[in-house]
């Protein structure tokens, strides 16, 4: 699986968007881009996953650019229980295969 | 439905000690995988098992070993305990050729005095 990088923090107003992003520079054309978040001390929660085209659900929007070598994860209206550790994962689908965690990006949403 | 549950919750063992952890997972899943998360750290993958088989391994030492039943449930084993397999661990489930989600339990705390 390729190798993610994410800023370590991040913070943003509550009620605005947070925009989140991760480079995966060596992603590979098969391999998906995963979100997953972990409230302190609780188990990831999966958020949203994509391969190419954009992707929306109600937690959160998925960009992916063009040339697949960065995404950004977009929660549209931010609240404080979004404050949480933030995961990047390329990872192959259908292979169930691994995670491979990175250290994510710490967000906290300021009241 | 209930998701991936784990048991126990907390747990306190001395160095040179054995742990069994117990996970079970999601309704439908045959697959469970666990990790381990050291403090400030993302998790870390031990093992996955499958078919009562363990069908992958993360670089972690034989100390560490599971077992999965035929009910799907899942088991981890540390012996010799050390200083340093204190850590939350946490047990996910999914279907091996599924969409790739995995469904994470809330995690069983380990401290090692």
């Known amino acids: 699986d390729a190798k993610t990088t994410q800023p370590p923090s991040m913070d943003c107003a509550e009620g605005r968007a947070a925009n989140l992003p991760c480079n995966h520079s060596?992603?590979?054309?098969?391999?998906?881009v995963y979100w997953y978040r972990q409230i302190h001390s609780q188990g990831p929660q999966y958020i949203i996953h994509?391969?190419?085209n954009n992707e929306t659900n109600e937690m959160a929007s998925l960009i992916i650019t063009e040339d697949r070598k960065s995404s950004t994860l977009i929660l549209p209206h931010a609240t404080l229980r979004d404050t949480a550790v933030y995961y990047c994962?390329?990872?192959?689908?259908?292979?169930?295969?691994?995670?491979?965690f990175g250290t994510g990006t710490s967000l906290t949403v300021i009241p | 439905d209930a998701g991936v549950t784990q048991s126990p919750t907390h747990l306190i063992k001395t160095r040179g000690q054995q742990v069994t952890l117990r996970c079970s997972p999601k309704?439908?899943?045959?697959?469970v995988s666990w990790y381990q998360q050291a403090l400030g750290q993302g998790p870390q993958f031990i093992f996955q098992?499958?078919?009562?088989?363990?069908?992958q391994r993360g670089n972690f030492p034989d100390r560490f070993s599971g077992h999965q039943f035929p009910n799907y449930s899942s088991e981890l084993n540390v012996n010799a305990l050390l200083l340093g397999d204190s850590a939350l661990y946490l047990c996910?489930?999914?279907?091996?050729?599924?969409?790739?989600?995995?469904?994470f339990g809330p995690g069983t705390r380990l401290t090692v005095t």
């Open positions: 996910a489930s999914s279907l091996l050729m599924g969409s790739g989600e995995q469904y």
């Open positions: 060596t992603i590979s054309g098969n391999e998906y």
């Open positions: 994509g391969l190419k």
């Open positions: 994962i390329a990872h192959l689908s259908n292979t169930g295969n691994q995670f491979y």
């Open positions: 309704s439908g899943h045959d697959t």
């Open positions: 098992y499958y078919e009562e088989e363990e069908r």
